[in-house]
């Protein structure tokens, strides 16, 4: 079945974030309405002064931007770029794909935010040190990374006298 979704329409939630830097309207999630599979999408108003989401990538999500009207700075690993309307940005998997906009004019920047949803993702965020297991949003310091096999020794305790040889 064929969806389309008219603009006039659309109503938008403002979210703001602890830190007031990060804040902005967002629809409500598109890709519900529709029931897609394997694509989460949505539209997106950042305001002028404001960050989209903290610097991040994803490790099992691809992503695309199509700016709809205004501009906005965004932040790359190897530079920071203007967009301007009729722009399309995508953010492969991994590191190289890492991305955060900010709205640097007046007006503000409307855009389409379209990612994979195969399952499970981890979003890393490099300025925090901080991963995220999506779609759960559990919040983890990187650097608390631990050996494959710790706590692991005592395995036949688990497993009982019976398994025990």
């Not at 995508?90 to 855009?111: D, R, S």
């Not at 991963?131 to 036949?156: A, C, H, R």
Request: hydrophobic residues 30%; charged residues 30%.
């Amino acid at each position: 079945m064929v969806h389309i979704f008219n603009e006039e329409k659309i109503s938008y939630k403002f979210k703001e974030a602890k830190v007031t830097e990060f804040a902005w309207h967002s629809s409500q999630e598109l890709s519900k309405i529709v029931d897609s599979q394997n694509l989460k999408f949505d539209l997106r108003l950042l305001d002028s002064g404001k960050y989209s989401y903290p610097y991040h990538f994803h490790r099992n999500a691809e992503e695309i931007f199509i700016i709809l009207s205004g501009k906005a700075m965004l932040r790359t690993p190897k530079e920071f770029v203007e967009l301007n309307e009729g722009d399309i940005v995508f953010f492969e998997i991994g590191p190289e794909g890492a991305h955060q906009l900010y709205n640097h004019t007046q007006k503000p920047c409307k855009y389409l935010d379209i990612r994979t949803d195969i399952g499970i993702d981890v979003c890393e965020y490099p300025d925090s040190n901080k991963i995220n297991i999506l779609p759960y949003q559990e919040v983890y310091q990187k650097n608390s990374t631990v050996d494959y096999f710790k706590g692991e020794d005592k395995v036949k305790e688990k497993w009982g006298e019976e398994f025990s040889r």
